[in-house]
């Protein structure tokens, strides 16, 4: 089966950092764009970040822009999300998903798994 697991997350002051990994399973990366998301109680799931499947095409939402940097190691089948000047706004659970040809790995709520969380607080 296709798997994606998240890790890499916990507590950090403001202004800390945190680096999230992303780890695909039954599948191998180097074909498929990736995406971040995250999601807080009450809210809907965001986009967050993605990458293209060779990394020429990296994009972010503006309130992470200049403080998040998405990369990606094909050879570990691994995509990595390191955030920097972490504020309390980031605090989410995170996600990953990958997609080719328009269809993604994780399609229903149900996919989603835990995530990995993100608390951003002193």
């Known amino acids: 089966q296709l798997q994606l697991v998240e890790s890499g997350g916990g507590l950090v002051q403001p202004g800390g950092s945190l680096r999230l990994s992303c780890v695909a399973s039954g599948f191998s990366l180097d074909s498929y764009a990736i995406g971040w998301f995250r999601q807080t109680p009450g809210k809907e799931r965001e986009g967050v970040s993605c990458i293209s499947s060779k990394g020429k095409s990296i994009n972010y939402i503006n309130s992470v822009e200049g403080r998040f940097t998405l990369s990606r190691d094909n050879a570990k089948n691994t995509v990595y999300l390191q955030m920097d000047s972490l504020k309390s706004e980031d605090t989410a659970v995170y996600y990953c998903?990958?997609?080719?040809?328009?269809?993604?790995?994780?399609?229903?709520?149900?996919?989603w798994g835990p995530g990995t969380q993100v608390t951003v607080s002193s």
């Open positions: 998903n990958a997609a080719i040809g328009g269809v993604t790995v994780r399609r229903g709520d149900d996919d």
